[in-house]
Nanobody
Framework: QVQLVESGGGLVQAGGSLRLSCAAS???????????MGWFRQAPGKERELVAA????????TYADSVKGRFTISRDNAKNTVYLQMNSLKPEDTAVYYC????????????WGQGTQVTVTV
């Protein structure tokens, strides 16, 4: 089993910053078995969308167009932790943010955290 625990969400004014953290643990979690770690978000009435993803063993990253230049995903393999630095936040960034893990050999994210709320006010 793999457990993902997010933290760092909260309430912030537009233009502000937040850093989300996702700590991974579990008997089967290992950098040898994980391919990508991603951050998703879901706003009320909208579908869940991929915000950013990072290769667990390389340097590959990907971002949604809406967050490019404002958000940065990074990882600390020694701590089994993935971060999402969010700058220049906008009200439209308001959503529940989820951390997810995609194992090697799978084309989808198989493990999910419980989510953390991010609210951006005008």
């Amino acid at each position: 089993q793999v457990q993902l625990v997010e933290s760092g969400g909260g309430l912030v004014q537009a233009g502000g910053s937040l850093r989300l953290s996702c700590a991974a643990s579990g008997r089967t979690f290992s950098s040898y078995y994980m391919d990508y770690m991603g951050w998703f978000r879901q706003a009320p009435g909208k579908e869940r969308e991929l915000v950013a993803a990072v290769s667990w063993r390389g340097t590959s990253t990907t971002y949604a167009d809406s967050v490019k230049g404002r958000f940065t995903i990074s990882r600390d393999n020694a701590k089994n932790t993935v971060y999402l630095q969010m700058n220049s936040l906008k009200p439209e960034d308001t959503a529940v943010y989820y951390c997810a893990a995609q194992p090697l050999g799978k084309a989808y994210y198989d493990y999910w955290g419980q989510g953390t709320q991010v609210t951006v006010t005008v």
